[in-house]
């Protein structure tokens, strides 16, 4: 992970609130490491998250808790709105050409969870129209806003309406944080997280460093 002023990175700019075009307050993710020694490029959360158990659904109305239903190997986690004009569609962009650099075997140990972050208008059909713009392997989950809020804060990602937009309608502040999930009992953890604008091919990178073991953890 030899990157140039990480650490200054990481505390300024990167895991912030973000709204999606608006960028008014900024609160980082305590706990990350941003040692050269993990072999990673994104960072590795020295204190791992424990995802809560919040009850939602996804995109074929199945009830899905990300605490338990996380399955596979790794899974990666984004929160996001399919009105964002800007930031959730280029990190969404980003995961889908990290994952079709893996060969198939590696592909199929990852899977993809999109949490809306605005269910009033993110329902499962809307939801899965937008996710297969980018992998219709990608899952979506939605459900009532205290839940989807609680399992944000769990996971670090703050989650708030943002301003209104002079159209009538608004959008939604979030953090911008890509977070990889490991199935764990009783609840799955979050150790890994990708900042907004790694790229793909880093991002590929780290993916196939976890898979094989290789990630350090401090």
């Known amino acids: ?30 706990d990350v490491s941003v040692h050269d020694s993990d072999n990673l490029h994104g960072n590795v959360l020295s204190d ?3 995802v809560a158990d919040a009850s939602l659904h996804d995109t074929s ?17 984004f929160f996001g709105y399919t009105q964002c004009p800007d930031i959730c569609q280029e990190v969404m962009a980003d995961i889908a050409s990290a994952l079709v650099r893996l060969d198939r075997e590696e592909r199929s140990k990852i899977g993809m969870v999109f949490v809306t972050t605005d269910p009033a208008r993110d329902t499962a059909p809307v939801l899965r129209s937008y996710l297969d713009r980018f992998d219709p392997e990608f ?32 959008d939604i ?3 911008t944080q890509v977070l990889g999930v490991l199935p764990s009992r009783p609840s799955a953890t979050a150790r890994y997280v990708w900042t907004q604008g790694t790229s793909p091919a880093d991002l590929a990178d780290d ?7 290789k990630a ?3």
Do not use: Q
């Not at 990175?9 to 709204?19: E, K, S, Y």
């Not at 839940?147 to 990602?157: N, P, T, Y």
């Not at 993916?207 to 073991?213: K, N, S, V």
């Open 139 to 170: 899952e979506g989950l939605t459900g009532g806003l205290s839940a989807i809020k609680r399992l944000g804060r769990s996971l670090g990602v703050p989650v708030e309406h943002g301003r209104k937009l002079a159209s009538g309608g608004y």
């Open 207 to 213: 993916l196939t460093t976890i898979l094989d073991g």
């Open 1 to 30: 992970m030899a990157r140039t002023c990480l650490a200054l990175l990481v505390m300024a700019v990167a895991l912030v609130l973000g709204g999606c075009g608006s960028t008014d307050t900024e609160r980082p993710v305590a």
């Open 173 to 175: 502040a979030h953090g």
């Open 61 to 77: 109305r199945t009830p899905y808790a990300l605490a338990s239903d996380a399955s596979k190997p790794l899974t990666l986690v």
């Open 48 to 50: 791992a998250y424990h």
């Open 216 to 218: 350090r953890i401090r």
